[in-house]
């Protein structure tokens, strides 16, 4: 990696996931960014995960995923007639709510909307209950993992659903944003848990159903 400073810090190891990371993210982005930017991106999604992650063993791969998600969201500022609509799903943690609205919505909408999640204060890993919950119906959401809400994405997505992080969750002119009022599945057993899930997927059927429709009215 080009610049040693931002290294100084990290293990042997670190390095080297991050070395193969970004060997990765420039042959897929070539063109598009420059290896300095593109080495930026790495190491900050690394140094964001790191700091609340539980298990760092996944971590190389996880940064990779992250990294590669916030290059698209700048991809995506450059929007034409044929950029599918985006929304992001923010809430406190992104290990519950947020990430039950992205599974339902992959789900419905396949292709047709972009999905990215975030939280205002990412947790170590997902919520183990909103796991078996969402399984339960056939959305398998276990390979997600938290990360916070970063500016590329707030200023790529034509929708921001806040859920439960009030204040602290970003504005931006020119992007629509609602909140969703859905109880916190922190902490609660799976009946419970059950119930917000079935609440998120009526409110997400709802708006997958607006974006297309006005996607396909445009």
């Avoid at 290294?7 to 993210?25: E, I, Y």
């Avoid at 938290?146 to 602290?168: F, L, N, Q, S, Y």
Wanted: net charge negative; proline share 5%; with cysteine.
């Amino acid at each position: 990696m080009t610049n040693p400073e931002y290294l100084a810090d990290l293990s042997v190891q670190d390095r080297l996931q991050l070395g193969t990371t970004l060997a990765h993210l420039q042959r897929e982005f070539v063109g598009r960014f420059d290896e300095e930017t593109i080495e930026h991106f790495v190491v900050d999604s690394f140094r964001r995960l790191a700091s609340t992650a539980k298990v760092h063993d996944f971590l190389g791969v996880l940064s990779e995923r992250f990294a590669r998600e916030r290059l698209s969201a700048m991809l995506d500022t450059e929007r034409g007639a044929d950029t599918p609509p985006s929304v992001l799903f923010l809430c406190v943690h992104n290990a519950g709510r947020s990430q039950m609205a992205a599974g339902f919505l992959r789900t419905s909408a396949h292709d047709g909307i972009r999905v990215y999640t975030g939280g205002s204060e990412p947790g170590s890993e997902l919520n183990p209950v909103v796991v078996e919950a969402m399984a339960e119906v056939g959305i398998d959401i276990s390979e997600e993992f938290p990360k916070p809400w970063t500016e590329e994405v707030v200023r790529a997505v034509d929708v921001i659903v806040a859920m439960g992080c009030g204040d602290v969750c970003p504005v931006y002119p020119g992007t629509r944003r609602v909140e969703w009022d859905l109880d916190d599945p922190e902490g609660q057993p799976i009946e419970v848990v059950r119930r917000i899930r079935d609440a998120v997927k009526g409110h997400v059927d709802g708006l997958a159903q607006e974006l297309l429709e006005q996607k396909g009215g445009s």
